[in-house]
T-cell receptor
Framework: AQSVAQPEDQVNVAEGNPLTVKCTYSVSGNPYLFWYVQYPNRGLQFLLKYITGDNLVKGSYGFEAEFNKSQTSFHLKKPSALVSDSALYFC????????????FGQGTELSVKP | DSGVTQTPKHLITATGQRVTLRCSPRSGDLSVYWYQQSLDQGLQFLIQYYNGEERAKGNILERFSAQQFPDLHSELNLSSLELGDSALYFC?????????????FGEGSRLTVL
């Protein structure tokens, strides 16, 4: 079965510092991996995805993610955090065996302090 | 704006009642997914429809049902409501089944059962 795990419930970062939000995956076949962000009382917004090709994927709002096949990881990164990046972040894998739904991790609350 | 519209945004009702949540997918998208987000369960996949037919079923209770109409909008029906059904219900859409693209999420319908 496809699954993703986000080992940290919360990540705290000072503004201007780099941030990393961790995600590991377990899939059979090719992994189709995604990151979404959710601001309070809002829907999920797509940030970026890995399908194939370059292991470093660039996305919206200056975020990027690194796909590592040997470590089965897909960590979200940003070189310099902003207070406005504070939100709930979800890693997800597309379940190509079951209609294509997204299977989400539990989410990581990112808090960026001034 | 993702292009996915959900109504109502907020709904307060009593235990034992029945409610209907509505979703209009992005123009041209044939696939609709329903998710439930609660504090203790995270983001749970409920059900998926593709062009009017059920494609995949997740952790959807028997008290819940859904359908997709010829105009591609979808409705999620929740009956015999319990306190534990209080959650944020999201609809998402995509253009094809088993593609590698992202899902587009609506802003959600927040259900409170008193």
């Amino acid at each position: 079965a496809q699954s993703v795990a986000q080992p940290e419930d919360q990540v705290n970062v000072a503004e201007g510092n780099p941030l990393t939000v961790k995600c590991t995956y377990s899939v059979s076949g090719n992994p189709y991996l995604f990151w979404y962000v959710q601001y309070p009382n809002r829907g999920l917004q797509f940030l970026l995805k890995y399908i194939t090709g370059d292991n470093l994927v660039k996305g919206s709002y200056g975020f990027e993610a690194e796909f590592n096949k040997s470590q089965t990881s897909f960590h979200l990164k940003k070189p310099s955090a902003l207070v406005s990046d504070s939100a709930l972040y979800f890693c997800a894998v597309r379940d190509s065996n079951q209609g294509g739904k997204l299977i989400f991790g539990q989410g990581t609350e990112l808090s960026v302090k001034p | 704006d993702s292009g996915v519209t959900q109504t109502p945004k907020h709904l307060i009702t009593a235990t034992g009642q029945r409610v209907t949540l509505r979703c209009s997918p992005r123009s041209g998208d044939l696939s609709v997914y329903w998710y439930q987000q609660s504090l203790d369960q995270g983001l749970q996949f409920l059900i998926q429809y593709y062009n009017g037919e059920e494609r995949a079923k997740g952790n959807i209770l028997e008290r819940f049902s859904a359908q997709q109409f010829p105009d591609l909008h979808s409705e999620l029906n929740l009956s015999s409501l319990e306190l534990g059904d209080s959650a944020l219900y999201f609809c998402a859409s995509s253009s094809l089944v088993q593609e590698t693209g992202e899902l587009f999420f609506g802003e959600g319908s927040r259900l409170t059962v008193l």
